[in-house]
């Protein structure tokens, strides 16, 4: 089955960067869609970023356009996000999630969570 592990979690202060790594396994990686979520502490989840299964189009939240990258490697199974100007407001538990090929934006598998904290 396709197990999905996050890494990357830190404390920085804001304007400051991170960068996190989720690692998958199985051999779905490179036919699946892959995508970053956030939970915020008495929040719901939402949607941050996504990238089709070939790298060639991404997408982002309002909320992140301009300050943070998705990619991802497939020979390595993992996805990234680069997350450059940090706010406080950013601050949440990020989850991965894979859309394997044929299940469109339904995420079938999702990681455990990273952690970000982003000081004032």
């Known amino acids: 089955q396709v197990q999905l592990v996050e890494s990357g979690e830190g404390l920085v202060q804001a304007g400051g960067s991170l960068r996190l790594s989720c690692a998958a396994s199985?051999?779905?990686?490179?036919?699946?869609?892959m995508g970053w979520f956030r939970q915020a502490p008495g929040k719901e989840r939402e949607f941050v970023a996504r990238i089709s299964w070939s790298g060639g189009s991404t997408y982002y939240a309002d909320s992140v356009k301009g300050r943070f990258t998705i990619s991802r490697d497939n020979a390595k199974s993992t996805v990234y996000l680069q997350m450059n100007s940090l706010k406080p407001e950013d601050t949440a538990v990020y989850y991965c999630a894979m859309a394997p090929a044929g299940r469109g934006f339904e995420y079938d598998y999702w990681g455990q969570g990273t952690q970000v904290t982003v000081s004032s």
């Open positions: 199985g051999r779905t990686f490179s036919s699946s869609a």
